[in-house]
């Protein structure tokens, strides 16, 4: 365990000397808002450290200099929460990376694999999954914990060479890179508490009560953050909705409330949310957020996105890509409502050649879809250019 910043920036300064580097952490986040990092294992083709970044006077400065290193390949699997943590505590983005669980969809390893699962397939190795929820904040850790715990990226290097000579002997490193792209934004990490309403599943239509959700939601977003306590330790999601439909404009209000404790209209909290419901009821009716359009799906559209779906499932197989990565459902209701005017991913780059451009043809009648055997099976339509009516 290295529990100093001297042997951390030592062992930096080897793994730097490697072409990549596989990076995964252990974290809480059950009672926090920011995860707590507890360990960082990182593994080269020649070295293995695991890092305490709980030890007492310890500098990350040097993990993070790594982070940022672009000769050095910052392998991770399922990337997304480990890159939340070192932006929050580093401020920045690790360049360049490469997420073996994206890797292993576009390599036709099905939706979502897991760690476990893709070694097991790639190496033929069972992995321990004992220590899975241990409590990684406790010191010391045992022999055991720490022997789990590194196995997740010294196994990782094997997987990251079998998946990426994959992807170049298939011609598809360049369709990764666009999901790399979209991992190392910032914006992925960055929310800004005014746009936390956004996140909220909510069937409220009404500019005022959209305005007060926005408002509230936001002021959650930052007493969370600046308390580090999850969201639903300040304010849960049912209360915002109800707070948004009642519109509560005094204490005597706001404690008629279902979803509210008894007293709680009495503390600062309590005060605060008044004073946000207010100041939302007086924003300009130009200024309230607007319930989003959504485009009327014509008659037909619904059997139209099922036909899409097969499809979707046909061209997956057939190109051994898992089908998540090519398109979505929102993709195939756009496709199907919109034709070549949705504006999807799945009508671009390599997505569309293997799916986007038959799509079309199948909404235009000029690909059908029948039984041969017992499969299904895609066919061209001689002689249609458009649909028939």
């Known amino acids: 365990m290295i529990e100093t910043t001297a042997a951390l920036a030592d062992a930096c300064k080897d793994l730097a000397k490697s072409e990549f580097v596989t990076i995964d952490t252990e974290f809480l986040r059950e009672t926090t808002f920011w995860p707590q990092l507890c360990l960082v294992q990182m593994a080269s083709p020649t070295l293995e450290v695991l890092v305490d970044p709980m030890a007492k006077g310890i500098d990350l400065t040097p993990l993070f200099e790594l982070m940022a290193d672009p000769n050095v390949v910052k392998v991770f699997h399922a990337a997304r929460q480990d890159i ?86 298939e011609g598809r490193s360049s369709w990764l890179k666009e999901e790399m792209d979209i991992l190392e934004a910032r914006e992925t990490y960055d929310m800004h508490p005014d746009d936390a309403w ?18 509230v939601a936001a002021w959650r977003e930052r007493e969370a953050r600046s308390r580090n306590v999850p969201r639903s330790r300040v304010l849960k999601d049912d209360a915002i909705f109800e707070i948004a439909q009642q519109q509560p404009k005094d204490a005597e209000a706001l404690s008629r409330l279902r979803t509210v404790p008894k007293g709680w209209e009495r503390s600062t909290s309590g005060t605060a949310i008044i004073e946000t419901v207010n100041a939302a009821l007086a924003l300009p009716k130009a200024d309230m957020p607007q319930a989003p359009r959504h485009s009327h799906s014509p008659e037909g559209s619904g059997a139209a996105v099922e036909l899409l779906k097969v499809l979707l499932k046909l061209s997956a197989d057939k190109h051994g890509v898992a089908a998540k990565v090519i398109a979505n459902s929102e993709d195939l209701d756009k496709i199907a409502s919109e034709g070549e005017k949705a504006e999807v991913q799945a009508l671009s780059g390599w997505r569309r050649e293997l799916f986007g451009e038959p799509a079309l043809k199948l909404i235009r009648g000029e690909v059908a879809l029948r039984f041969a055997g017992k499969k299904v099976e895609a066919v061209e339509m001689p002689g249609q250019s458009q649909a028939t009516e």
């Open 198 to 215: 956004l996140r909220l599943k909510s069937r409220l239509r009404k500019p005022t009560e959209l305005a007060i959700l926005k408002f």
């Open 84 to 169: 939340e943590i070192i932006y929050h505590l580093g401020g920045l983005i690790p360049h360049p990376i490469f997420d073996t669980q994206v890797a292993a969809m576009v390599c036709g390893f099905g939706d979502s694999i897991s760690y476990d699962q893709l070694v097991q397939k790639t190496k033929n190795v069972q992995i321990d999954k004992s220590s899975r929820f241990t409590d990684w904040s406790r010191r010391p850790l045992s022999e055991k914990q720490l022997d789990y715990a590194l196995a997740d990226v010294t196994h990782l290097r094997d997987v990251y060479l079998a998946l990426k000579a994959q992807l170049e002997r």
